[in-house]
């Protein structure tokens, strides 16, 4: 079946640096990848959408010139936390729509992001 | 806004069948319920999907009312390694975006 792969797994990283997590599409290629954020005790939160070759389409309230995000292959999607601080802490999921199938969303086993 | 209610959390005892219920009172004609579940700190793994007709694989079984405005998941035989927050979301099959609810949290007891 379809596989995505999300890495780092986990990452510790000092405020004011940047982090970059990749999510790749191991057997398939994925126009579209999706990014979620995910604190503890709740549910995803889509961040944004991430289209192979353009720009990314960011959810409300989600700063795009601080997470920002790369789709320069059509198996290849990083979002970078750019200016890191405490409160970015979180757990970063990547999913990708495989074309073709119905069910199409497979989601990476996500990163965890620790800033100190 | 996800387009779902779930009951919060569920308990069921190891070896039971577990129904997990999802309401999407206001689902269009061409969304499909989709099923997720997402164990402790991993990313979500796919369940079952359906349109309208009954649907049943090797995890579990999806049951549609007539109306759709309602499903239930049934995993027949639930193990311990069932416990995980289920998440049912409607949507189109291609291009549409996931939109996560609060989920319900299984919690299979032996």
């Not at chain 1, 409300?60 to 995000?69: A, M, S, W």
């Not at chain 1, 750019?82 to 999913?95: G, K, L, M, V």
């Not at chain 1, 990708?96 to 069910?103: S, V």
């Amino acid at each position: 079946g379809a596989v995505v792969s999300q890495h780092p797994s986990r990452v510790i990283c000092k405020s004011g640096t940047s982090v970059k997590i990749e999510c790749r599409s191991l057997d398939f290629q994925a126009t579209t990848m999706f990014w979620y954020r995910q604190f503890p005790k709740q549910s995803l939160m889509l961040m944004a959408t991430s289209n192979e070759g353009s720009k990314a389409t960011y959810e409300q309230g989600v700063e795009k010139d601080k997470f920002l995000i790369n789709h320069a292959s059509l198996t290849l999607s990083t979002l970078t936390v750019t200016s890191a601080h405490p409160e970015d802490s979180s757990f970063y999921i990547c999913s990708a729509e495989q074309t073709g199938l119905d069910y199409g969303y497979t989601f990476g086993s996500g990163t965890r992001l620790t800033v100190v | 806004d996800a387009k779902t209610t779930q009951p919060t959390s569920m308990d069921c005892a190891e070896g039971r069948a577990a129904n997990l219920p999802c309401n999407h009172s206001t689902i269009s004609g061409n969304e499909y319920v989709y099923w997720y579940r997402q164990i402790h700190s991993q990313g979500p793994q796919y369940i079952i999907h359906g349109l309208k007709n009954n649907e049943t694989n090797e995890m579990a079984s999806l049951i549609i009312t007539e109306d759709r405005k309602s499903s239930t998941l049934i995993l027949p035989h639930a193990t311990l390694r069932d416990t995980a927050v289920y998440y049912c979301i409607v949507n189109l099959p291609q291009g549409g975006k996931l939109i996560f609810g609060q989920g319900t949290e299984l919690s299979v007891k032996p």
